[in-house]
């Protein structure tokens, strides 16, 4: 029933932005918290970005923090995560999911996964 449409990758040379969509369907974004997963070739996914239900709770991996935010428009249904300062380190395909936000940012297992958005840095 939940679904997620990532959109907004792309390739960009290092020090550079994008800004990530995740449009959400079958749920509404203010009812669960979410947050942006990333997969480099050959690591397992990842933890970026989460933002609670009410908008209170923000929290970012370490890798991330100072150079990514993460907002929403409960309005849109839509989550997004502008990144700025990218590194080639950031590359890898982009998800969103709901989940768990707090000092680890976790998706449950049984989450249904989109095709993600690709981000590529790279000079």
């Known amino acids: 029933q939940a679904q997620f449409v990532e959109s907004g990758g792309g390739s960009v040379q290092p020090g550079g932005s994008l800004r990530l969509s995740c449009a959400a369907s079958?749920?509404?974004?203010?009812?669960?918290?979410i947050g942006w997963f990333r997969q480099a070739p050959g690591k397992e996914r990842e933890g970026v970005a989460c933002?609670?239900?009410?908008?209170?709770?923000?929290h970012y991996d370490a890798s991330v923090s100072g150079r990514f935010t993460i907002s929403k428009d409960n309005t849109k249904n839509t989550v997004y995560l502008q990144m700025n300062s990218l590194k080639p380190e950031d590359t890898g395909v982009y998800y969103c999911a709901r989940g768990l936000c707090s000092r680890k940012i976790l998706a449950p297992s049984a989450t249904s996964w989109g095709q993600g958005t690709q981000v590529t840095v790279a000079a």
């Open positions: 079958g749920f509404t974004t203010d009812s669960y918290a």
């Open positions: 933002i609670g239900l009410k908008g209170v709770a923000i």
